[in-house]
């Protein structure tokens, strides 16, 4: 059976009503097909496995968990069935951190993509009505404002992705399978990871663990062992729709970069190629398609060719050339290397700016 990378929303669904007869109610559901039980607020660690150089878990917890929060969003769509139109009130549930003490809060945008009457709940049981700021579906990062007193904003820290490492302990918090303050445990099992967007854009950087993160994790800190956050996590992969040990979170060096930019400009600019791309047996990278109209296609670039620089710098992987499209902007004219039939050729792309 082939893995499935999933977001971690939970997802109840309930009818609210049926055109013709025959239709009947849903009970509230969570994603994956298990009935959801509401349970009184606890929190509940697990995987006590992670090296814990550093702060202890408990010392984590105690000094970011009031920072952590669960969002729920709801929305009403219609669906057309064989016993006519029928509509459905959907409850997303996913987590979020608070970012500044300016009542911003940092969630995925995969989290509130659509929903209507987001709430947040704070980790004392308040709640509070948010509204989305701004949002960038190519890296699955959105911001909330929420209406909340100063007291109910502990900001977390932003740590440096940069520097985290295969085997550093990490931990994650957040509402998985809406169990508030749930806080799982784990190392940092890979770094440099590509996951795809929610519009099917890549994101580069991301950081692989193997803390226990379910559904309803979306949007929740991934933290270091001095309690900085520096990942949001966003994906599972896994088999059978649970957590499997492989989960992945966007960095912090990405929220740092994306969320200064939601609230300076209320977007975000994305230097954008137009090629899809894959590995090549000899080291380098083999363009699989290239899109009508892109940079790419105006540059000459076609499906087959083979990408040895970029910019000058030697591209190896799928992985090196995502990013270092990443690190330019729209406008950047680029110096693109690569090999046709044999020959080496040489053209100059003006790069432009990603559609959502």
Known sequence: MLRKRTTLLVVAVVVLAAVAAGAGAYAAVASGGDTRTVVERQTTIASASAPTNGLSVHQIYERTYKGVVEITGSETTSTNTPFGAQKQKETVEGSGFVYD????????????????????????????????????????????????????????????????????????????????????????????????????????????????????????????????????NSQLESEGGGSDGVGFAISSDTVTSVVKQLLANGKVEHAYLGVS??????????????????????????????????????????????????????????????????????AHVTLGSRSS
């Open 101 to 232: 003490s300016s009542d911003h809060v940092v969630t995925n945008y995969h989290v509130v993509k659509g929903t209507s009457s987001i709430k947040v709940a704070f980790a004392d049981g308040s709640t509070s009505a948010a509204t989305v700021v701004a949002d960038d579906p190519s890296t699955d990062l959105a911001v909330l404002k929420v209406d909340a007193p100063a007291s109910e904003l502990h900001a977390l820290a932003l740590g440096d992705s940069s520097k985290a490492q295969v085997g550093d302990g990490v931990v994650a918090i957040g509402s998985p399978f809406g169990l508030p303050e749930t806080v799982t445990i784990g190392i940092v099992s890979a770094v440099d990871r590509t996951i795809s967007s929610d519009n099917s854009y890549s994101i580069s950087g991301a950081i692989q663990t193997d803390a226990a993160i379910n559904h309803g994790n979306s949007g929740g800190p991934l933290l270091n062992m001095s309690g900085q956050v520096i990942g949001v």
């Open 277 to 346: 791309v894959e590995s090549a047996a000899i080291g380098n990278v083999r363009v699989g398609s290239v899109k009508k109209g892109s940079p790419a296609a105006d540059a000459g670039l076609k499906a087959g060719d083979r990408i040895r620089a970029f910019d000058g710098q030697k591209i190896l992987s799928p992985e090196d050339l995502i990013a270092a499209v990443k690190a330019k902007q729209p406008g950047d004219t680029v110096t693109i290397t690569y090999t046709r039939n044999g020959a080496t050729k040489t």
